[in-house]
């Protein structure tokens, strides 16, 4: 397993770590990127993340299994001579420099010329826009401007592999939408290998090129982000990305990648196996909300429909959300778009719902 | 009248009445029961800070004694001049007897005579015998007194007792001043006091160049304790401090005399040096009554005002900017120096401020350990006060300490900007 891992420009083989002994703060983390490619980490806090994160730019050691970098195990060699660029949470620009000062420290620290410095100094500041700022301090910037500025830093010398620990956690809405373009097409262009922390779920799904769901200290699923939130591959992941509804019942019948479920209610409905084999298990089904189909019209002859009481109905301006009491769930939503021929729900109101076997996934319970 | 008539600049209530009366009205309670808080607090430091102060202001130049006492001496020896190679004529010495015959029926010819004695040695005497002359004569009858007060002591014809006692005469004096920084006019000129009397330079220059000392000293030992202290883990942090902070428990004069047992010549390093055999018995160290003792124990003793604010200050700076300049390709020296130490700076600048201020007023421990060559001015204003009693010396000493670190706070806001300056 380990044989096939080890073509990736960033490998982590079996790296546990443990701060005091007695637990795991990472459980048998396996991972392989390729170059060039964005990677974001996500997951709660304290799933272990950002400590990946830490051991990979050297500041943590991993107490068992092995970082690669280029086939190079990393493991003992110290953080000042991994070359790895690294923006930080609260972008740690040195406050008792200038922005070029900022800037032309990585480039000092290799013994740069000073002519040299200075070109490599402006074309990183202008890459980000920031070229009018040079002799600046940073506390005279703006947290977007500051962060542009670490984004050059952690470019100014370079590197092939650039790590960001939720770089703009910081950021108003707006600017982080901007930013988080602004960061994807700069990787892009350089064709910098990222690894990405947050615990931003839509940050994580429009920026990178795969995800890794953290949790409990292992990744949960490792895939782009499409994948991630069409098919979650187990309950934590459904239930950590997007909106989502659950239910939980027993597989009745399991025939390929169709089964039907008794919810514990006693209505039967259809699904897609996931982690589930048999009949007789238990299973947690997901639903995405905008996947819930109230018009019987639009769904298979021989679907299964399911009894829904209209509990609120709410108007989101493109969209409408109808909260449903599903089986016991009061907290099942509906989702769909604001269209003419789409019709619109009191409280109270009786209906019934259905969706297409492969919308509903069938996880672990 | 709609509210367009009003000018923009001048904001009103509803009623018209101006914004900024009404706003001044509403926070007046407020003010006022705030300066009631404070006001027992302000009144202990009008009357515990600001007076003693002010009275060693007034002190350091106050001489109405000489005129006060000697009203008509003063008086008749305006009109000679201190450069003359005569003595006073006649009326001088007349008024002499005339003041002294006063001074000596109210009991001040003393007072007088000690004021003129911190100036001119002697003076005491002179005036003791004076005195026991003058109440024998009658000044209608008895003149002319000049070769009279002459043959009571040979001082009153010599013409530096005139100079001095015409040039001591005024009030307010600089005379204090002069002294304070070893300077007399007892010839009626400023000139230098002689080597063998001149003390205060000296002890000011030490005073200074010790506290920097210690400062230094304070700062190299006090910044890798300050450092761990802002680096361990929380728990230990805490022990660790209490251990900074456990001399503060302790009071100042078990500190010092701790040292005296640790220092002295039977002391317990000198006992070990020789149980070892570093030393020869004969031949032990001299840790005790000298410099090097009041370096070693006011080091130690101010060390966690050095610590504290350092601590403080590295506390606030994030570990995050450590590793950015290690992820950046910064050695651990390099990272430190260039990154850490610089904002380490505002902490460096408070701790040495507050203890070097600390150190050149300090009194206790020269005192305990110094002995004559470890005497900081604090000492010589101590001694000035009690032994010699010349409170208008001390008054100028006290009062050239406090405009020195004045001027070093000036200087230092200056440099470093005080704001920079934290201290928690």
């Known amino acids: 397993m380990s044989e096939t891992r080890t073509d990736g420009f960033v490998v982590f083989d079996r790296v546990q770590k443990s701060y005091d002994g007695e637990t795991l703060v990472v459980k048998d983390l396996n991972l392989s990127m390729p170059k060039g490619e964005f990677l974001t980490m996500l997951g709660p806090s304290g799933s272990g993340k950002t400590t990946c994160l830490m051991m990979l730019a050297g500041f943590e050691t991993a107490t068992h299994g092995e970082i690669l970098l280029d086939n190079k195990p990393i493991n003992n060699i110290p953080p000042h001579k991994r070359g790895i660029g690294m923006v930080f949470q609260n972008y740690a620009l040195f406050p008792h420099m200038t922005i070029a000062e900022n800037l032309g420290f990585p480039l000092e620290v290799r013994g740069m010329g000073k002519s040299e410095r200075e070109g490599k100094i402006r074309r990183a500041l202008d890459m980000v826009q920031m070229g009018d700022f040079a002799s600046r301090r940073p506390a005279q910037l703006s947290g977007g401007q500051q962060q542009r500025v670490a984004l050059a830093r952690a470019l100014v010398f370079e590197p092939e592999l650039v790590l960001m620990d939720e770089p703009l956690g910081a950021l108003d809405k707006q600017l982080r939408e901007h930013m988080q373009f602004e960061i994807t097409n700069l990787a892009h262009t350089l064709g910098i290998t990222t690894v990405y922390v947050t615990h931003d779920q839509t940050e994580a799904l429009t920026m990178s090129d795969r995800v890794a769901v953290f949790n409990d200290g292992r990744i949960q699923q490792l895939a782009p982000p499409e994948d991630l939130y069409e098919r979650p591959e187990n309950s934590f992941v459904a239930q950590f990305i997007g909106e989502n509804n659950k239910l939980e019942g027993v597989i009745e019948t399991i025939n390929g990648n169709r089964c039907t479920v008794r919810l514990d209610d006693g209505s039967v409905i259809d699904a897609q196996p996931v982690n589930v084999t048999k009949s007789g298990e238990r299973t947690r089904v997901s639903i995405r909300p905008e996947r819930v189909e109230s018009n019987p019209e639009r769904l298979a002859s021989d679907a299964h429909l399911i009894d829904a009481e209209v509990l609120e109905f709410i108007y989101m301006g493109d969209t409408f959300r109808v909260r449903l009491r599903v089986a016991g769930n009061d907290d099942f939503i509906m989702k769909y778009r604001n269209a003419q021929d789409q019709g619109r729900y009191s409280p109270g109101q009786k209906i019934q719902i259905g969706w297409q076997a492969e919308d509903c996934r069938a996880l672990d319970a | ?424």
């Open chain 2, 1 to 424: 009248m709609s509210s367009s008539d009003t000018k923009p600049d001048m904001l009103s209530t509803h009623d018209g009445e101006p914004l900024k009366k009404s706003l001044g009205r509403a926070l007046r309670r407020q003010k006022i029961r705030a300066l009631l808080l404070i006001a027992p607090l302000l009144a202990f430091v009008i009357l515990g800070f600001l007076m003693p102060i002010g009275s060693m202001l007034t002190r350091s130049i106050d001489n109405e004694v000489v005129e006060e006492i000697m009203p008509q001496t003063v008086a008749a020896l305006e009109s000679w001049d201190v450069d003359s190679t005569e003595l006073p004529p006649e009326e001088t010495f007349r008024a002499l007897v005339a003041d002294l015959q006063v001074a000596a029926e109210n009991r001040t010819a003393l007072t007088f005579a000690r004021r003129m004695n911190y100036e001119l040695a002697g003076f005491t005497t002179m005036v003791r015998r004076a005195q026991r002359l003058v109440r024998r004569i009658d000044l209608e009858t008895d003149g002319p007194f000049r070769d009279m007060m002459i043959e009571s002591h040979e001082g009153w014809g010599e013409l530096e007792t005139w100079r001095a006692l015409k040039a001591y005469s005024s009030s307010p004096t600089i005379g204090y001043y002069l002294s304070a920084v070893d300077r007399t006019m007892v010839s009626g000129h400023i000139e230098p006091l002689p080597d063998d009397r001149s003390i205060h330079l000296m002890l000011f220059w030490r005073t200074a160049w010790m506290s920097g000392l210690i400062c230094f000293l304070g700062l190299v030992l006090g910044y890798p304790i300050a450092f761990l202290l802002a680096n361990v883990k929380e728990r230990y942090a805490n022990l660790l401090l209490i251990m900074v902070l456990l001399p503060f428990w302790t009071s100042l004069l078990v500190r010092t005399s701790s040292w005296k047992v640790l220092l002295q010549e039977q002391g317990v390093i000198n006992q070990t040096l020789v149980w070892i055999g570093l030393v020869a018995d004969d031949n032990r160290l001299t840790m005790i009554n000298n410099k090097f003792g009041v370096i070693v124990a006011m080091t130690q003793i101010l060390l966690p005002f050095m610590i504290l604010p350092l601590y403080s200050v590295m506390k606030t700076i994030p570990p995050s900017y450590v590793r950015a300049a290690k992820s950046l390709g910064a050695n651990d020296w390099t990272a430190f120096w260039r990154v850490y130490f610089p904002q380490s700076i505002p902490g460096i600048g408070a701790g040495a401020i507050l203890v070097f201020i600390m150190a050149v007023g300090y009194y206790i421990t020269p005192e305990l350990v110094g002995g004559p060559s470890g005497m900081f001015i604090s000492n010589r204003i101590a001694h000035q006060w009690y032994v010699s009693g010349n409170w208008g010396l001390v008054g100028a000493l006290g009062t050239i300490l406090l405009v020195a670190v004045l001027v070093l706070y000036w200087v230092y806001d200056r440099v470093v900007g005080i704001d920079n300056v934290k201290l928690g």
